[in-house]
T-cell receptor
Framework: DAKTTQPNSMESNEEEPVHLPCNHSTISGTDYIHWYRQLPSQGPEYVIHGLTSNVNNRMASLAIAEDRKSSTLILHRATLRDAAVYYCILGSSGTYKYIFGTGTRLKVLA | NAGVTQTPKFRVLKTGQSMTLLCAQDMNHEYMYWYRQDPGMGLRLIHYSVGEGTTAKGEVPDGYNVSRLKKQNFLLGLESAAPSQTSVYFC???????????????FGPGTRLTVL
């Protein structure tokens, strides 16, 4: 199974952009890159996903490296409500299994 | 839409007792999943189902059984609970319109289970 590597924790000031990195050097050509986040005492929620091109939605942007071995989740203006654990996950064709690592715990400072 | 709901929210069991966790989704999703999350850890897949009447083992299936008799429900059973099964259990569902790998999973709020 392809694995991802993320920093254990990061801090950001409120209303500043946050760049959350993820390394996935063993990614295969058909693996999708997903980001989920888990707020305290809640289930994970979908943030964004992509295959090769950069993606934007109302929550965040996903920047994917040209060789696809890394990606970055961008929160354009962090708010206190964005404090959560962010998981970078690879979705592999032919398997229903998502491998959740320990994620990055984002702390947002007021 | 309620999305994915889980029953109960909390439960305390004694070692050796049995119980069933219920997951229900109202999004007409084909795929459903049961995960467990231990303190400070990511989620680990216990069992999953790709359709009514079908189930398959995930990463940590031992000590658990599942059933998917109706499309909207996915049950997780513990026949003889052990302290090692103390965890938070999450159910999820997905609809693979874009194909497996691109699927978005929708998670329930979780069930906190303590086994004494």
């Amino acid at each position: 199974d392809a694995k991802t590597t993320q920093p254990n924790s990061m801090e950001s000031n409120e209303e500043e952009p946050v760049h959350l990195p993820c390394n996935h050097s063993t990614i295969s050509g058909t693996d999708y890159i997903h980001w989920y986040r888990q707020l305290p005492s809640q289930g994970p929620e979908y943030v964004i996903h992509g295959l090769t091109s950069n993606v934007n939605n109302r929550m965040a942007s996903l920047a994917i490296a040209e060789d696809r071995k890394s990606s970055t989740l961008i929160l354009h203006r962090a708010t206190l409500r964005d404090a959560a654990v962010y998981y970078c996950i690879l979705g592999s064709s032919g398997t229903y299994k998502y491998i959740f690592g320990t994620g990055t715990r984002l702390k947002v400072l007021a | 839409n309620a999305g994915v709901t889980q029953t109960p929210k909390f439960r305390v069991l004694k070692t050796g007792q049995s119980m069933t966790l219920l997951c229900a989704q109202d999004m007409n999703h084909e795929y459903m999943y049961w995960y467990r999350q231990d303190p400070g850890m990511g989620l680990r897949l216990i069992h999953y189902s790709v359709g009514e009447g079908t189930t398959a083992k995930g990463e940590v299936p031992d000590g658990y059984n599942v059933s998917r008799l109706k499309k909207q429900n996915f049950l997780l059973g513990l026949e003889s609970a052990a302290p090692s099964q103390t965890s938070v259990y999450f159910c999820a569902s997905s609809y693979s319109a874009s194909g497996v790998g691109a699927d978005t999973q929708y998670f329930g709020p979780g069930t906190r289970l303590t086994v004494l």
